[in-house]
Structure formats: structure tokens, C-alpha cells
């Protein structure tokens, strides 16, 4: 049942919230508050989409009484928000990743439960099609591996991607798409072990530019992802599944390639989840059926736990546990 009155707002209105507005848009889902910071750029998104403007999120909750709250801020710039929009009982969309750090994740994961509000991540690769076709064939076939790439050249200076302290390194911040597409398939990781180089280029990032990350998963089965910053790559975020005589290649945003049992499979997508994830995440809400999402804030905060023991691992040089 399509419910065109929900109250809309949005914490945070730079980059992602843009594709998150567009796609709204595209649904007819008009958009009634928004919230940032910076007051001047709170003002301009709110003038085009005809919104009111905040610089503070609790009295927007105050007084907007929002139903749907998407969270689009940095990393390092979680503290309530989360758990404040839950609290005050609307349904919540988070940009990946939740948070820096699990106190913070695990906070707002207490509060969305107790409240019992809809919740979803930004994961969108888990929405796309090619993802879709590739749980269709794997079905319940048992996967023993999986690998992934995320390799792209940020710019240099970004006002706050490189910085450790607001980001958390690229595992943390981007690659995070590929360790939960990963662990979607795989499931739960129990330890990695990671690997890092720092310096490599100027002015891009105060972390480790490339990395290695190797998983163990509760399953048995075995992992390994490789992250760079520094260099454009062909096929550059893909994930690789493999099982007993089965391979899946998922290239995002569209191709899935591989041979199941001496099949090939060749199959291209049209969305990479973009689009779908939010027009998901609205049904869900309208239908009040949490069933409905397959990337929620508890499954999120895995993710963001796998890539944050990466990180002990890269200081302590040891394999660490992936404490939730
Ligand atoms: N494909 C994806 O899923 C994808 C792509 C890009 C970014 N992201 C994620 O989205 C989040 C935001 O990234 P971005 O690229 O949009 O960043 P951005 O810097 O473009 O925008 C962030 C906005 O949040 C505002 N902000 C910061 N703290 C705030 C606060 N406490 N209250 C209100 N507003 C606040 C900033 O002023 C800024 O306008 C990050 O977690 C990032 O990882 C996801």
C-alpha cells in the first residue's frame, strides 16, 4: 500500500544524501526536513526540496515528529543521532558505516531495537540484481571462499576521507561495502588478519593506502580482501565466491560471470542497488515489515566490527578476533 504522507527527514545533506534524495524523488517521496551542520548548505538543500532547514538534529526531532530519518554523516561524526531518531520512533536509514566505533554502533543498535522501528544500512550491493541472481543460483550450495577488491584513487585532500580520526581507513570507510557483501554470503567472520602500507602517495590519506585482510569464518570457509586508495583499477569493487565446483565473479555495478557444476553463467544487471535499496527501505516502512530489509542496523554493525579488528590487526601485526 503506497503511503504518500510519511514525514521525511534527512541528518546530514552532502554527498550520498544526494543520490538518497534522488531516488525519493523518483518515488514521489517528498522530502520535509533537513539537517546539517554547515547551516548554509542545510539551507539550500531545504529551498530545493521546498524542506525546513536545521542546524541541530534534536530540535529537528522535536519539532519535525519525523517518520523516516535517513543519516548521511561521516563516520566519525556519529554520536546520538541514530538512537535519538529511533527514540523518537521514526524508522532510521544509515549511510554505511554506522559508526567508528562499536560503543557507539552498539548504542543505536540497543536503541533501534527498543524502540522496534524500521531500520536499514546503506549497503546497496546487497540490493543490486547481480546480487540477487547470485544468491538465486548459489541457493543453499556451501561456500568455502570468497574474495574481494575495492581499488580506486581518491582525491587528494578530501575534507575528511583521509583523515584516521573522522574515517577510520579505508577498510572501515569504503571496502566496508565489499566485507558485507562478503559476509552476506558467507556469513559471520570470526578472525582476520590484515596487512598495510603507509605513504605511498601525497595528500590522500593519513592511514595505510593498500592493505590485505585475510578472514576465517564461522563456517570454516576462508577469505581474503585487498583495498587500495591510491590507483585506478578496471573492475575495481568485485567480489569472488567459490564452492565446490562453483565460481561467481560479481563485478559491480552489473556483471556476474562464473561456471556452477559446468554451467556458465553470464548474466548482466541493469541497477546497481542504488536506486532499489531506498524503494526497499520504503516499502518496508509503509508495510511496517522489517522482513522486507536485507541489510538492517544490528547486521551492519558486523560488518562494521570485521572491519575495525582489521584494524587492530594492521597495528598489532597479530590475528585478531572479531569482537561484536
Ligand atoms: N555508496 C555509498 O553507500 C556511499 C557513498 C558515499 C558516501 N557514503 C557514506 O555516507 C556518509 C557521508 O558521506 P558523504 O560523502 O555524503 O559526506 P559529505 O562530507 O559529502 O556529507 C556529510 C554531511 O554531513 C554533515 N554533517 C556532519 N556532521 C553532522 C552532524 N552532526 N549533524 C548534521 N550534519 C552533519 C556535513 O556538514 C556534510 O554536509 C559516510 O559515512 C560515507 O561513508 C556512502
Redesign the pocket.
Known amino acids: 500500500m503506497k503511503q504518500q504522507n510519511l514525514k521525511i527527514a534527512f541528518?546530514?545533506?552532502?554527498?550520498?544524501?544526494?543520490?538518497y534524495r534522488r531516488s525519493l524523488n523518483q518515488l514521489e517521496r517528498p522530502i520535509a526536513a533537513v539537517?546539517?551542520?554547515?547551516a548554509e548548505?542545510?539551507a539550500s538543500i531545504a529551498t530545493e526540496e521546498n524542506a525546513t532547514a536545521y542546524?541541530d538534529?534534536t530540535e529537528m526531532l522535536q519539532k519535525e515528529k519525523p517518520d523516516v530519518v535517513f543519516t548521511?554523516?561521516?563516520?566519525g561524526?556519529h554520536?546520538t543521532?541514530v538512537a535519538d531518531a529511533a527514540a523518537a520512533g521514526a524508522a532510521v536509514f544509515v549511510?554505511?558505516?554506522v559508526a567508528q566505533d562499536l560503543e557507539t554502533a552498539n548504542r543505536a543498535r540497543e536503541a533501534v531495537a527498543s524502540a522496534g522501528v524500521i531500520n536499514q544500512v546503506?549497503?546497496?550491493a546487497r540490493y543490486s540484481d547481480i546480487t540477487a541472481k547470485a544468491k538465486e543460483l548459489v541457493g543453499d550450495q556451501k561456500l568455502t571462499m570468497g574474495i574481494g577488491r575495492f581499488l580506486t584513487r581518491m582525491g587528494a585532500n578530501h575534507?575528511?576521507?583521509g583523515k584516521y580520526d573522522v574515517?577510520r581507513g579505508q577498510m572501515v570507510?569504503?571496502t566496508?561495502?565489499v566485507f558485507d557483501l562478503i559476509r552476506y554470503f558467507l556469513g559471520d567472520v570470526d578472525s582476520v588478519q590484515a596487512y598495510g602500507i603507509k605513504g605511498v602517495s601525497d595528500g590522500i590519506a593519513d592511514f595505510e593506502e593498500c592493505t590485505v585482510c585475510n578472514l576465517k569464518f564461522q563456517s570454516g570457509a576462508v577469505g581474503s580482501i585487498t583495498s587500495t586508495c591510491v590507483a585506478r583499477a578496471h573492475e575495481n569493487f568485485a567480489t569472488e565466491l567459490v564452492g565446490d565446483d562453483l565460481y561467481l565473479k560479481l563485478t559491480h555495478d552489473s556483471g556476474l560471470r562464473g561456471q556452477i557444476s559446468g554451467e556458465g553463467v553470464d548474466y548482466t544487471g541493469t541497477e546497481a542497488g542504488?536506486f532499489r535499496q531506498v524503494e526497499q527501505f520504503i516499502k518496508a516502512v509503509d508495510a511496517n515489515d522489517q522482513g522486507l530489509v536485507l541489510s538492517s542496523y544490528a547486521d551492519a554493525v558486523k560488518s562494521l566490527a570485521v572491519t575495525l579488528a582489521a584494524n587492530r590487526s594492521l597495528e598489532t601485526g597479530q590475528v585478531e578476533e572479531v569482537i561484536a
Open positions: 541528518i546530514g545533506v552532502g554527498g550520498i544524501a544526494g543520490s539537517c546539517d551542520i554547515n548548505r542545510a542546524t538534529h548521511c554523516i561521516p563516520p561524526a554520536t543521532q549511510a554505511k558505516p546503506g549497503y546497496m575534507p575528511w576521507w574515517s570507510e569504503q566496508t561495502h542504488y
